[in-house]
């Protein structure tokens, strides 16, 4: 089964930073946005961040603007998540995904998503 592969979670104490990658390998994942979302221990899965096929356009939650930048490098068929100044409201289990439409909102529609990596941001 294709699936993207989360990695550069870990433990952070807050105002600290991390980037995430998500390896996106495949046609699958070519010409097709994608997206970060995060689960919290207790509270549903949420929409982070998300990036056109092309990286041209790029979409946030009000609660990561300006902390967070999602990038993606098509050399490396790979995404990443930049996130800064951390909050530990931030922890969570972070997953990548594919977008699967295109005229849908930003955080909706996905699949192909990953096992996840684990955020710890300590106070």
């Known amino acids: 089964q294709v699936r993207p592969v989360e990695s550069g979670g870990g433990l952070v104490q807050a105002g600290g930073s991390l980037r995430l990658s998500c390896a996106a390998s495949?046609?699958?994942?070519?010409?097709?946005?994608m997206g970060w979302f995060r689960q919290a221990p207790g509270k549903e899965r949420e929409f982070v961040a998300a990036?056109?096929?092309?990286?041209?356009?790029?979409s946030y939650a009000d609660s990561v603007k300006g902390r967070f930048t999602i990038s993606r490098d098509y050399a490396k068929n790979t995404v990443y998540l930049q996130m800064n100044s951390l909050k530990p409201e931030d922890t969570a289990v972070y997953y990548c995904?594919?977008?699967?439409?295109?005229?849908?909102?930003?955080?909706?529609?996905?699949?192909?998503w990953g096992q996840g990596t684990q955020v710890t941001v300590s106070s």
């Open positions: 495949g046609r699958a994942f070519r010409n097709h946005a």
């Open positions: 995904a594919r977008k699967t439409s295109v005229g849908s909102s930003w955080s909706d529609d996905y699949d192909y």
């Open positions: 990036i056109s096929w092309s990286g041209g356009s790029t």
